[in-house]
């Protein structure tokens, strides 16, 4: 179940991984970020740079059990398993490149208020 995991203690190398994360985001995660917190859509509460098990997810929001990824070069290789494993924990995940955050973030932000309502 997913607020099982959710409330899962995550592990002590994680927190400051995570924290150096925020303090350095991409552009496109900059963007997005600036766009998505403080409930501005649709009133939906994101965490950014949440560990959630054995990897730290760029956007959570706990509510709708949604984990939100944006991808340049780093994650090309092992996308499938970054989605599969959150999955079959009960998560949904939708992911973006960094050059359609960037490019269209008002047609991004569209898909996410989808998500969040499916």
């Not at 959710?6 to 002590?12: E, G, I, T, V, Y």
């Not at 400051?16 to 403080?38: F, G, M, N, V, Y």
């Not at 944006?70 to 989605?83: F, I, K, M, N």
Request: aromatic share 8%; charged share 35%.
């Amino acid at each position: 179940m997913v607020s099982d995991v959710a409330r899962r203690r995550h592990s002590d190398k994680a927190s400051p991984i995570a924290r150096k994360l925020r303090q350095s985001p991409t552009d496109a995660e900059a963007r997005l970020w600036s766009r998505i917190r403080h409930k501005q859509l649709d009133g939906f509460r994101f965490r950014r740079q949440q560990p959630i098990g054995r990897y730290i997810v760029d956007f959570f929001c706990p509510e709708a059990g949604l984990i939100i990824e944006v991808d340049g070069g780093q994650h090309a290789e092992d996308t499938g398993e970054r989605t599969r494993w959150p999955e079959g924990r009960g998560y949904r995940v939708i992911r973006f490149w960094n050059t359609d955050v960037l490019a269209n973030t008002d047609g991004v932000l569209h898909k996410i208020r989808d998500a969040l309502r499916a």
